[in-house]
């Protein structure tokens, strides 16, 4: 096999192939904008098509669930939690319910440079590093591997990601016996931006302020959690001081302008009310107009459950959380991703020559005009 994908639209670097492949022919490899794509080492392939067979994008339809899905206001009946938890901290209560069974969780974490990967936790210290969104591509290694492992061992095992990576674990499973012991749980996503911007994000904030990064929130809630506020926040602090530092830049380069996402984000076939996961999570935007009763700023999720595995998922956490049933409409109408792909702007291809012709710190210097 030459190629798994014949354009970048039609790869989303879930790494289901890289993960299943019997003879280790494909490496996942990043392109000019920094997304990992599949290469096949011609002298490994043996043309056994496994590949293709669990590549999300191209059987995606076999992987979402048919019914619609029940859609619940939730939040963490803990402070602590909602104030560590981008929405309204419902990643904490399921995590914590596979956890107190003794099983594992899987989910986005950054090693000691912040690089964003998946990481495996079997406890909550390690569970705990998972929480808040990051909003850069998660590099998935070989975690499908590891997932299976867990299953084969009989451990309960708990997925998070976005909706193509939650399709490709779906694909990597296929008809596994061991899938009963999975629990698979997404994110309505707007789009995911490129790890390559990211590095280059994190060493012009350590030139401007000194130091080497020592911790990132995307999204905090020192302001509010709200529509409006939480996305002026992105915080860190460097070796040099004690200080925290709020950037404004992060959001308009990295959602605002549209620019720096995945191709495949905007062919994405997980727009969708028919999920590919048990259960979705994400913000209940709109909340203050539709029950105001529920907005305190602290953040509050919406939950979609998708199946009925999903709702034995969200029984096992439900006393953490104060929840009720509302209207998919108010979701719907507030979140593009439950209908529509991100659409991108023609400047995506001037954004990109301009990077590779004058370099990140020039582009930076667009933004601010
Ligand atoms: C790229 C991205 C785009 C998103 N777009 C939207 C959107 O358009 N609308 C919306 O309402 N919500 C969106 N979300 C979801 C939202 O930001 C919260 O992650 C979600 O509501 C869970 O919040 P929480 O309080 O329950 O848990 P938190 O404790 O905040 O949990 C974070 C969860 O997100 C997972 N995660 C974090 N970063 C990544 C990553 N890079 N890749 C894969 N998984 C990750 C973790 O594994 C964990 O499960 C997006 C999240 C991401 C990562």
Request: some cysteine.
């Amino acid at each position: 096999m030459e190629r798994i994908y014949l354009k970048k639209e039609y790869c989303c670097g879930c790494s289901a192939c890289y993960n299943t492949c019997p003879t280790q022919a494909i490496h996942m490899k990043p392109d000019e904008e920094g997304f990992l794509y599949p290469v096949i080492d011609q002298a490994l392939c043996i043309d056994c098509n496994s590949c293709v067979n669990v590549c999300p994008l191209i059987c995606d339809g076999n992987y979402k669930e048919k019914t619609i899905p029940e859609f619940l206001a939730a939040k963490h009946k803990s402070e602590e939690v909602l104030m560590n938890s981008t929405s309204g901290g419902v990643f904490t209560a399921i995590s914590d319910a596979i956890l107190r069974e003794g099983g594992v969780v899987y989910g986005a974490d950054y090693d000691d440079k912040f690089h964003v990967l998946h990481k495996r936790a079997e406890n909550y210290d390690q569970r705990n590093r998972m929480r808040i969104s990051k909003y850069v591509q998660s590099n998935m290694g070989d975690i499908f591997k590891q997932i299976k492992n867990d299953l084969i061992d009989k451990r309960k095992v708990l997925f998070t990601g976005t909706p193509c990576e939650a399709a490709g674990l779906r694909g990597y499973m296929g008809n596994s016996p061991f899938n009963e012991n999975l629990y698979i749980c997404d994110l309505i996503c707007h789009s995911i931006p490129s790890p390559l911007i990211w590095e280059d994000y994190k060493r012009l904030l350590e030139k401007e302020y000194g130091g080497k990064l020592t911790s990132i929130q995307f999204r905090s809630k020192i302001m509010d959690w709200s529509r409006e506020n939480s996305n002026k926040t992105f915080i860190f602090t460097t070796s040099n001081s004690e200080e925290i530092h709020n950037d404004e830049r992060f959001y308009k380069l990295f959602f605002g302008e549209k620019t720096i996402m995945r191709p495949s984000c905007e062919k994405c076939r997980f727009t969708d009310i028919h999920r590919a996961s048990d259960i979705t999570i994400a913000d209940y935007w709109g909340i203050e107009k539709y029950a105001p009763e529920w907005m305190d700023k602290k953040g509050v999720s919406v939950i979609l459950i998708n199946n009925k595995k999903g709702e034995d998922l969200f029984k096992k956490c439900s006393e953490e959380l104060k929840y009720e049933k509302r209207p998919k409409e108010e979701s719907l109408a507030e979140q593009q991703r439950l209908s529509q792909p991100v659409k991108f702007p023609e400047s995506r291809k001037k954004f990109w020559d301009d990077y590779r012709k004058h370099g990140f710190e020039y582009i930076i210097k667009q933004l601010n005009k």
